[in-house]
Structure formats: structure tokens, C-alpha cells
């Protein structure tokens, strides 16, 4: 490895560093897997990552496999941002911001630059990309885009895709192409090119033409494997690589560059929150309150504040102490009308729509950020543990149907009660987005068992509710193999064949978005959980 090291550091202008306690510290993301690369690389530029994709791919021709892995903040919670091999460590020097036009609303970026510094210098013209993640302040531009991230106004913006225009994209064999959407006629002239890229446009023409029927019956919730196939291959004939490579998680190309539309929203909100005992009284009102068009519709379980009191903290919104019964809960509810007048009517017409049984306190102004600072209580509970238990994210970011909203909470509480696990749930009823964080001891045989126990029993739970498991961000290591119980055969079949168009030697973040032998996943994990980078604080920009 010395040599190659050496080999490395004499062809590329960032550094190469194979130092234990450096590829130690890289060996973890914000999953509840370790795995450690072999070299770490801070690429300078794009030249780098060409030579760096181009000396694997010269290696793995030769017979010898050297995977790259490229990693951002490290927030990924599915150990995506982990492997072994190479690790591309992109924040260190592709962090700049190359260039705006906020005429045309577009920015280009450096995908190692965070979404926080993309945001505050879009502030000073009053834009922002509003799909931003609550990891925000240190998670990178090219991990949004690896994970199409959302974020709590998300249910009314939508994800990182809807932002995205154009992307550079170093391919798994070191050549550079700008995605965008090609038409029938620039598709045979790329399909008849003897580059790589004209593999992949070859191979993706096929894969379309053999399985359309099986394309367009992809559910627009499923964000595993290459569900974006379904955007990239148009019934036209037209082409554009940059869905296939929204939410992939770096296993079909090396984002190396974005250009970005970004949207002019105001940072004034009026709030209320909303404080139940019984499911009933808002099962009735869910689509109701969505029809409004809320920035903010956050659901928070009675759990989440009763474990917060535990640790010693409390919440007050007005002098009253949101602290709902156990078979309750919280909603926060915002509206971000450019007029005052706009978002206290909806603010009226919102409350109107609960039944007397419930608790509102409604605010705006600084009473509508002391509303909105309650989503900050998860880095309370995830984040406050004893040296034994934690709450690792291994449930974050399934998909449930509205109608289906309610039964999924009293399911996962019945599950908890059942495995005797005590669990927090958190949700964006808008998107229809929910976390649940369960107590587990990793660092105990019978804590391991657990999570994977309960992780197959959760699995069962959302495919009863007609969810999907991983919709936040891909299925990545921890959940590739329980996302392939609601998937079709054929499906999963052709999703291996994109794989291989764009990556036929298994470079690109091999053991993501692929089935994994379960014992090798298991001698992967922690012996204890923390974070990494910074806690998560669920803010928001203002």
C-alpha cells in the first residue's frame, strides 16, 4: 500500500495520508458501521479525482480491485460514507463557490462546500435552497446529492433533485461529463461515441427499452437502488445521467461540481403548536392542515418529551410546559407567507380545523421561534446518554402513506412495547418522512441481536403500511438488504444492470445499494455509537 501511496502523492496535487489513527478516525460515518479505507486522499481538484478514478480503474483491469469511496461530512447514517480502499475526503479543498447568477437563480458549487455556507451567501440576496438537511451546518453539498436530502421544510420545497440543474461527474474510468437532458437525436450521437460515456449511453437505452413497463411501475417513494431511472429515461428517447445519480450515494459516479437553482423564500414564519392526547383527535385533520401548504408540519411523539424531561430538560412555549400524555403527542405547524396578514389568516383557519380537546398556542415573531425551537429537542435525546444506551439512527427516514400516518404510530409504539425497547418518533407529515430512534446497548451480544431484530420486524411494520423503508437518504449498507423484501426480482435485477453499465468493475462505493451477506454486516458494527462531526441541532435558517 506504501507504494501506491507513494504512486498517488508524486501524480496529484492534494495529499495522501495512510496514517492509522488518520483512516482510524475516517473508519466511521453517522451509522452504527466501521469500516476502514486504506488510503485517505483530500483531493484538490477535479484533475485529482480523473488521475485518482483512472489509476483504479487501470488497477482493476489488471485484476486487483482498489474501491473508491467519497465522503462528505460524514453524516450519512446508512454507512455510506464509509469503505475500504480509497477514501476521497472532498471538504478539505473542493469547498469554493465557483460562481452566481442570481438573474437566472443558479449557483455553482464545489460539492465539498457545506449547505450551510451555500445558504448564508445565498442569504445576502434573500435566495436559499430550502431542501436543506437538519445536518446542515457541516454536511456537504455532494452528500445532499448523493442522498437527495431533505429537510424540514421539505414538505412543501421538496428534495435536493428539484434544485439540482447540471452536475460534473468524474465516471468510474476518470472521464469528466456535464450531465443534462439529452434529446432522441444527441442520444445516437452519443451512443455511437467510443468513450466510456458512450458505453453508459448505450447501456442505459437498452436497459430502457428492454424493461419499460418495469420502469414506469416504480413507485415515486421508493429512493432505493436506481428508482431515478424512471426520471433519466423518458418515453421521448431523451436521456439525462444527473437522476440516476441523485440519491445513488457514489456508487455510479464522483459529483465533482454542481450548478444549483436556488428560490427566494421568506425567512419570516408564524407558528403554532399543537398539543393531543389521543390520535383521534387529529386523524381527521392531517390532510386538512396539508391542503394549507405549511412550510413546517412536524410531528413529535409524546415519548420524545417525556425522555427529555428525563434528562432534565423542559419545554415552555408561552409559560406552558409542552409535555403531552404518553398516548399523545406534538404538532408544529409554520407558514412562511411573504405577508404577515397571509400567515396569521392561515394560522386561524389551521386551528379552526382541531377539535376542542386539543392544546394550541399559536405566535409569530419571537413567539414563533421559541414554537420552532422545540424540533431542536432531538439533539436533547439523541445526543444525552449514559455510556451504555444510545439511539443510534437505524430507522431514519421512512416513507408512510398519510391515510396510513396514525396506524404506523401505534404500530411502532405496540413494537415497543412488545421488545420492550423504548423508542422516540419524529415525522414530517407533509412528506411523510418518520424517524424512529430506538434505546439500545450496542456494546452488549443482546444489543446487536436486538437491532437486528428490531430492524426486520420495523421493516415489516412500514412495508404493512405501504411505506418504504429508506426514503431520507438510500438504503446504503445497513438497509440494502431489507429494502429488497418489497422489491421486485426484476427489479432488482435491473438495477444491478445499471450498476454495471456505469461501474463494471465495482469501483464506486462497492457494498452500497447492493445485497450484503448479513454476518459481514454484523462484524461491522460499533462496539459504541456516537455521532460524527458536529451534534445535530434541527435549526432553521433565519
Known amino acids: 500500500m ?27 460515518d453517522s451509522s452504527i458501521l466501521q469500516i476502514a479505507p486504506e488510503i485517505v486522499i483530500y483531493p484538490k481538484n477535479t484533475k485529482d479525482i480523473v488521475k485518482i478514478a483512472n489509476f483504479s480503474w487501470q488497477f482493476s483491469q489488471k485484476g486487483y480491485r482498489m474501491p473508491i469511496t467519497v465522503r462528505g461530512g460524514g453524516s450519512d447514517t446508512s454507512g455510506a ?4 480502499g480509497i477514501m476521497l475526503v472532498m471538504p478539505a479543498h473542493m469547498n469554493m463557490i465557483e460562481e452566481s447568477d442570481m438573474r437566472q437563480g443558479l449557483i455553482r458549487v464545489q460539492s465539498g462546500i457545506t449547505f450551510k455556507s451555500v445558504n448564508d451567501a445565498l442569504s445576502l440576496s434573500g435566495a436559499m435552497i430550502p ?5 446542515a451546518n457541516y454536511s456537504t453539498i455532494g452528500g445532499a446529492i448523493a442522498n437527495d436530502s431533505q429537510g424540514v421544510l421539505s414538505g412543501k420545497y421538496g428534495s435536493t433533485y428539484n434544485y439540482i440543474d447540471k452536475l460534473e461527474v468524474v465516471l468510474a474510468n476518470g472521464e469528466v461529463i456535464q450531465t443534462g437532458r439529452k434529446n ?4 445516437n450521437k452519443l451512443k455511437g461515441l467510443s468513450t466510456f460515456e458512450g458505453d453508459i449511453y448505450r447501456g442505459l437505452d437498452g436497459i430502457y427499452q428492454d424493461n419499460k413497463e418495469l420502469i414506469a411501475s416504480i413507485s415515486d417513494h421508493d429512493k432505493s437502488g436506481y428508482a431515478n431511472i424512471k426520471k433519466a429515461c423518458l418515453p421521448d428517447g431523451s436521456i439525462d445521467i444527473m437522476p440516476l445519480l441523485v440519491g445513488s450515494q457514489g456508487s455510479l459516479g464522483i459529483v465533482t461540481e454542481a450548478i444549483l437553482k436556488t428560490e427566494f423564500i421568506s425567512r419570516s414564519r408564524s407558528a403554532m403548536v399543537v398539543v393531543f392526547d389521543d390520535f ?26 417525556i425522555r427529555a424531561s428525563e434528562l432534565g430538560r423542559e419545554y415552555f412555549v408561552q409559560g406552558k410546559q409542552i409535555l403531552p400524555n404518553i398516548n399523545g403527542g406534538v404538532l408544529l405547524i409554520a407558514f412562511d407567507e411573504h405577508s404577515k396578514g397571509q400567515r396569521n389568516r392561515k394560522l386561524k383557519k389551521t386551528s379552526a380545523l382541531f377539535s376542542d380537546n386539543v392544546d394550541i398556542l399559536m405566535d409569530e415573531g419571537e413567539g414563533a421561534d421559541s414554537i420552532l425551537d422545540l424540533m431542536s429537542i432531538t439533539s436533547v435525546v439523541y445526543t444525552t446518554q449514559n455510556n451504555e444506551e444510545t439511539m443510534p439512527p437505524i430507522f431514519d427516514g421512512a416513507f408512510i402513506p398519510r391515510k396510513n400516518i396514525i396506524q404506523y404510530l401505534k404500530l411502532v409504539r405496540e413494537l415497543s412495547e412488545i421488545m420492550k425497547i423504548p423508542t422516540t418518533i419524529v415525522g414530517n407529515v407533509s412528506s411523510g418522512i418518520f424517524t424512529v430512534r430506538p434505546v439500545l446497548k450496542l456494546n452488549t451480544l443482546m444489543g446487536k441481536q436486538k437491532t437486528f431484530k428490531m430492524l426486520d420486524q420495523y421493516t415489516k411494520l412500514v412495508m404493512k403500511v405501504d411505506g418504504y423503508l429508506a426514503h431520507l437518504s438510500g438504503e446504503g449498507r445497513l438497509h440494502s438488504n431489507f429494502v429488497s423484501l418489497k422489491r421486485d426480482e426484476k427489479l432488482t435485477e435491473l438495477y444491478k444492470r445499471i450498476k454495471h453499465v456505469f461501474d463494471p468493475y465495482g469501483i464506486l462505493n462497492p457494498g452500497v445499494k447492493e445485497q450484503n451477506d448479513l454476518r459481514n454486516i454484523i462484524k461491522c458494527l460499533r462496539p459504541n ?10 435549526s432553521l435558517y433565519k
Open 280 to 305: 383521534r383527535d387529529i386523524s381527521e385533520v392531517l390532510d386538512s392542515v396539508v391542503e394549507k401548504d405549511p412550510c413546517i408540519f412536524e410531528y413529535i411523539s409524546a415519548e420524545t418529551f
Open 529 to 538: 455509537y456516537y455521532p460524527v462531526g458536529q451534534i445535530v441541532f434541527k
Open 81 to 84: 460514507a464509509i469503505g475500504s
Open 131 to 135: 431542501s436543506y438537511p437538519t445536518t
Open 184 to 187: 432522441r437525436k444527441q442520444v
Open 2 to 28: 506504501n507504494k501506491i501511496a507513494r504512486y498517488l502523492n508524486k501524480n496529484i496535487l492534494g495529499e495522501v495520508d495512510i496514517r492509522e489513527a488518520v483512516r482510524r478516525h475516517f473508519s466511521c
